[in-house]
């Protein structure tokens, strides 16, 4: 079956930096459309950023453009999440997604807090 899963959360100070990453299986990978997405408390889910097949294309949310980096590889089947100078603001529940025309997939989300 289909898995997504995600690592690389925690707790971390304003100012730092956390690498998330996302491990996909019982897809081919190279073939899919991969995201990120984050979800705050009593906020709806929220994209941030993504990347074509190739990598040749990203794109990101206007609150992180110069922070984060989204990347791939199409090897080792995953995708990361680069977030430097974090701020509070980007507490939330981060999650992957996987999309190749009407399929979808999730990961079950991994925790950022940036707390002081």
């Known amino acids: 079956q289909v898995q997504l899963v995600e690592s690389g959360g925690g707790l971390v100070q304003p100012g730092g930096s956390l690498r998330l990453s996302c491990v996909v299986s019982?897809?081919?990978?190279?073939?899919?459309?991969m995201s990120w997405y984050r979800q705050a408390p009593g906020k709806e889910r929220e994209l941030v950023a993504v990347?074509?097949?190739?990598?040749?294309?990203?794109n990101y949310a206007d609150s992180v453009k110069g922070r984060f980096t989204i990347s791939r590889d199409n090897v080792k089947n995953t995708v990361y999440l680069q977030m430097n100078s974090l701020k509070p603001e980007d507490t939330a529940v981060y999650y992957c997604n996987a999309a190749r025309n009407t399929n979808y997939y999730w990961g079950q989300g991994t925790q950022v807090t940036v707390s002081s």
């Open positions: 019982g897809v081919t990978f190279s073939s899919y459309t």
């Open positions: 990347i074509s097949t190739a990598g040749y294309s990203r």
